[in-house]
């Protein structure tokens, strides 16, 4: 069974940054595609980013050029630089990871953007 623990989420004011971190519990991360993912009550869970395990990366328009996704391969690693954070932004953020052999998914951590 893979688990993936986010971490790094909290009460960040406008404008600010944060560093959000998702550790995975299995090699096979580093021959998948990770990405992060984003959900407010009552709406369905939004794409953010997501990066191959080559190093590809790709952004929703809402975070491109203020985001940075990036992975440590060989320590399991994922992690989403977020700056420039805008309340919008505020919601539970989850990371995934997906290959032939499965699609998982973290518990969640939450990001609050607000003065």
């Known amino acids: 069974q893979v688990q993936l623990v986010e971490s790094g989420g909290g009460l960040v004011q406008p404008g600010g940054s944060l560093r959000l971190s998702c550790a995975a519990s299995?090699?096979?991360?580093?021959?998948?595609?990770a990405g992060w993912y984003r959900q407010t009550f009552g709406n369905q869970r939004e794409w953010v980013a997501s990066i191959t395990s080559g190093g590809s990366t790709n952004y929703a328009n809402s975070v491109k050029g203020r985001f940075t996704i990036s992975r440590d391969n060989a320590n399991y690693a994922l992690y989403l630089q977020m700056n420039s954070l805008k309340p919008e932004d505020t919601a539970v953020y989850y990371c995934?990871?997906?290959?032939?052999?499965?699609?998982?998914w973290g518990q969640g951590t939450q990001v609050t953007v607000s003065s």
């Open positions: 995934n990871m997906g290959s032939s052999y499965g699609v998982y």
């Open positions: 299995s090699s096979i991360f580093s021959i998948s595609t």
